[in-house]
């Protein structure tokens, strides 16, 4: 099994970033291993990169075994304690974070400081502060008369060892949404960043180091040999990537007998309905569909616009859209294996009849992308069927709510929906009609950095949940232990099997409902004339 975690669409190793605007670059891999050598913003070199052998994940495998054993007896408030100043280093680093996101993805440095760095100084701070209580165990009542003297509780234990591997659209924040949880919940971790993103990664790594026991977060560097190699050692595997990578990755749990946590792909919708605010309606939109330029499986890739509202909606998301530059604005995108995907989408379906109102493909061998809509009357194109990853727009107008929610839910993706509307009641309703993991009213795509809300699909958006104590059940196991008082010296089904115990059996039935009113008083009776035989050995 081979496992690249290069983000959806992207099925095998990425190839390196190709040019900026005007200059055509080579895209050499690194020195060792599949790592791009220079900047998709500029051609500009990045440091090397060496890659771990796959040979070595089982050593490295053995020794955050080792670690965790130690970790997991530590109190989950002392191991918040040891993981809390991982914000303070995230915030002190800001600056050099959103210059490396900014070089070795092409994002903009603000969007890289208010998407991967802030968002994450509270997810460390939610996760410190509530590890506690999220971890403490469940008390079970039980039957005295049917288990007297027992007391049962439900602990949720750590998995082991988390196998993560990680794309390289959000290379920061997508890993620590599982590392901190998944550290504080008493794991150790083998974290594998995408070969596209190499340094994003090993600087997320670095946010720990002198803090944990050596070997507990162990970073691995290489391509889907070794995605593959973690998959056959860890207890339990978090993966966020394409529909096609996450089904091997799930086909290879399987064999193990070991669950897996997918996020997977998107084709996100907006459901723009006729009383929708026309100014916060466009500005949200034109975000939420190029922030990251696209690169993101929560952007906006569908807009469905009531016939009503779309002469005034649609020429003010134009107007916005025209204003946005590639680089500025929005990102470069990452590889040029995206943008050939990206520009397949657009030309397909400018081909079927498309009208492109704003932007349009930039010059070959470039990637800067500009944001681009392009207005629709039919949804047979793969730009409104498969994910395009990229800065582009697609809107088709439509006769209402219910033809709306009928496209939406036609999708083979469910990760995230908008609805837009100064009803908010009616939202409300609607939402729940939606087969989506997250629904947004008034606003789209940012919750993931929520660490209090559950970010999850269904479909082809795969069935892992990040954030929230829903993440939890990815990351921990439920263990009931049962604590038995009794002094008796045997229990009421213990043997000998004896005609009493078969007339106590019967007797319990008819008492507990298998009999008329009665007949479970007549049982009661039984009752009190057998048990005494049955406890004196008969």
Known sequence: MDVQQDEQPSEAQAAAPGTNETNETSAEPAQDGPFPAQSPLDGSALSPVTATPPSEIPELARKARAAQEAW????????????????????ARAEEIADLLHHECGKPIEEAALA???????????????????LEGTTIELDPLAYPGKLGRIHKAPRGLVGLITPWNYPVAIPLRTIVPALLAGNAVLFKPSEVTP????????????????????????GGDVGAAIVDEADVVVFTGSVATGRRVAVRCAERLIPCSLELGGKDA???????????????????????????????????VDRSIAEKLVPK????????????????????????????HLAEAVASGAEVLAG?????????????????????????????????????????????????????FGLTTS???????????????LKTGVVTINNHGFTAAVAAAPWTGTGESGYGITNSPHALAELTRPQFVLEDRSRAARELWWYPYTPVLRKIAFAMARA???????????????????????LLGG
């Open 72 to 91: 997991s007896k530590k109190t989950a408030r002392e191991r918040a304690s040891v993981i809390a100043p991982v914000k303070q280093r995230l915030l």
């Open 116 to 134: 991967e760095v802030l968002p994450n100084a509270d997810l460390v701070d939610y996760w410190t502060d509530s590890i506690e209580e999220l």
């Open 199 to 222: 340094r994003a990664g090993a600087l997320v790594a670095s946010l720990f180091e002198g803090l944990l026991p050596d070997g507990l977060l162990a970073l691995v560097q290489g």
């Open 270 to 304: 907006a459901i723009v309905m006729a009383d929708a605010p026309v100014e916060r309606t466009a500005n949200g939109i034109v975000w939420g569909a190029f922030t990251n330029a696209g690169q993101n499986c929560a952007s906006i890739e569908r807009v469905y």
């Open 317 to 344: 998301i134009v107007e916005l859209t025209k204003k946005l530059e590639p680089g500025r604005d929005t990102a470069v995108l990452t590889t040029s294996r995206q943008c050939d995907i990206v520009r397949r």
């Open 360 to 412: 349009g493909a930039p010059e070959e061998g470039s990637l800067a992308f500009a944001p681009t809509v392009v207005k629709l009357d039919h949804e047979d194109t793969p730009l409104l069927r498969e994910e395009t990853f990229g800065p582009l727009l697609p809107i088709v107008i439509v006769d209402g709510v219910e033809d709306a929610i009928t496209r939406v839910n036609a999708s083979t």
């Open 419 to 433: 609805l837009w509307t100064r009803r908010v009641g009616a939202a409300h309703e609607l939402a729940r009609r």
């Open 512 to 534: 507990r409902g298998g009999a008329g009113l009665f007949g479970r008083i007549a049982a009661v009776f039984e009752l009190v004339a057998a048990l005494p035989k049955r």
